[in-house]
């Protein structure tokens, strides 16, 4: 496979918590989020990745992902795990449970390029441990929050052996590469946006036909 999109999702429908600061922007509704599922169908190229650990998760997410018989990576916050509105011990585990990958998000959702260095070991080291316990099994890939990062945030990844970072920097990505580009869902996507994300890379005509015509069989089917 020459090329993958790696999709983000962060929260999906209804929420008990306060969003922080343009969290409503990455905010989707069930059929919105479904919609994207569906173009995810049969398509070995897209990979589904959750960021933040809330618990739409696992309420809405899980369920619709077996149903379809996909599979996403979940990048779980530690040090929030239990807070209104978010994942909980249990749920972690429930993933894992259903066939899911649990990465890491770090501990609290700061910037990872303004972290002192107790901050640094918390939001990496303590978050890996915390996870792997959890989990049973070892964390190594992470989904870096807010997609800040610059050299130095690298370097401390690749010391702390992470196997994977993914970043927010949208387009598609080489299957196997350490750093990962993906694409955040927003709250006014639709089925065109879907399509372009999904799409985007198909510079012939004749393959924008092939792709149309798979789409209107996923729709039917
Ligand atoms: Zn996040």
Known sequence: ????????VHGI????RDLDPGEDLTWVR???????????????????????????????????????????EFFVLAGLLGQSGRLDADGVRE????????????????????????????????????????TGRPVSRVAIPFGSYDRHVLRRLRRARVSRAYTSD???????????????LRHDMDADWIARVLDGRAPLPVRARKLAARTVKRVRG
């Open 13 to 16: 429908g209804p929420t008990d």
């Open 170 to 184: 949208g387009g598609r990505a080489r299957p196997g590469s350490w750093l990962q580009p993906r694409n955040s």
């Open 95 to 134: 993933l894992v449970k259903s066939g899911m990958s649990v990465g890491s998000h770090g501990w609290a959702h700061r910037d990872w390029r303004r972290l002192d260095s107790g901050q640094a070991t918390e939001e990496i080291a303590e978050a890996h441990r915390l996870l792997a316990e959890l």
């Open 30 to 72: 069930i059929d919105q989020f479904e919609q994207m599922l569906d173009a995810a169908v049969g398509r070995d190229d897209v990979r589904l990745t959750f960021d933040d650990g809330n618990a739409s998760d696992v309420e809405i997410a899980l369920p619709r992902l077996l149903e379809r018989g996909l599979t996403g």
């Open 1 to 8: 496979m020459a090329s993958v999109v790696n999709i983000t």
